[in-house]
């Protein structure tokens, strides 16, 4: 489990929305939320949905459970929180989570289409499947928030998961990593998109993951 200081954590999140910003991982109204665990049972979490402009004074500090210890949360965050801390609970290994509304990516989510494993540099971030599409519920909501936890809990090889026709929801060891993933995940489904004009994309082999885990292990690569 990863751990740092909470004034660590809100300049890393703010490096992140950056990144975020300027390699079109946002959608035009620059709506995101980002959070970081900083201890075992305590996060920063960004405290509005717009980030085009966040500083480091725009974080709050909350438990794993979602109570606000440090800082205001805008009204509309209320629905959002559920969503991170569920993440939180039961990945004890997860550092960072990250939702948007990433244009390819998104569009998946609206065609309520799984992201599949076409892409190889997706298996070097750890995915074993493809990304899943929950069914629909209001943002937020208990059927929401309990989709997402089911995917954290019980599939260790997905870091990400589609909510239908509304976005992404991502998470990893540390925000930067977790924005690299996203980063990877909108280029997969961009090129899924583009590859239809030439027949369609091609799923990878059934041994590609193991293959590819294999070359990591001997290479010390990660991604």
């Known amino acids: 489990m990863r751990t740092t200081s ?5 300049e890393e999140l703010v490096k992140t929305a950056h990144y975020l910003a300027s390699h079109a991982l946002l959608f035009r109204g620059n709506h995101a939320n980002l959070s970081a665990r900083i201890s075992e049972d305590r996060i920063v979490m960004t405290r509005g949905g717009n980030i085009a402009n966040l500083t480091v004074d725009d974080f709050a500090l909350l438990t794993v459970h979602g109570q606000i210890l440090e800082g205001n949360m805008d009204p509309v965050m209320a629905e959002i929180v559920d969503m991170h801390v569920a993440v939180y609970q039961v990945r004890p290994s997860c550092g960072a989570v990250i939702h948007t509304h990433a244009p390819h990516v998104t569009a998946f989510s609206v065609a309520q289409k799984s992201i599949p494993l076409v892409y190889e540099p997706l298996l070097r971030f750890g995915l074993t499947e493809p990304v899943p599409v929950i069914p629909w519920a209001p943002r937020g909501s208990k059927a929401s928030v309990e989709q997402i936890r089911d995917i ?6 997905l870091p990400a998961v589609l909510m239908a ?11 930067m990593e977790t924005a690299a993933l996203l980063g990877t995940l909108e280029e997969a489904a961009e090129l899924y998109i583009l590859a239809q004009s030439l027949g369609g994309a091609k799923l990878l082999p059934e041994r590609a993951v193991q293959d590819v885990m294999e070359r990591m292990q001997t290479f010390g690569s990660k991604h």
Do not use: M, Y
Not at 6 to 10: G, S, T, V
């Open 165 to 175: 026709n509304h976005g992404i929801l991502v998470f990893g060891d540390g925000p």
């Open 152 to 157: 954290a809990q019980h599939h260790p090889g």
């Open 6 to 10: 909470p004034n660590e954590a809100r």
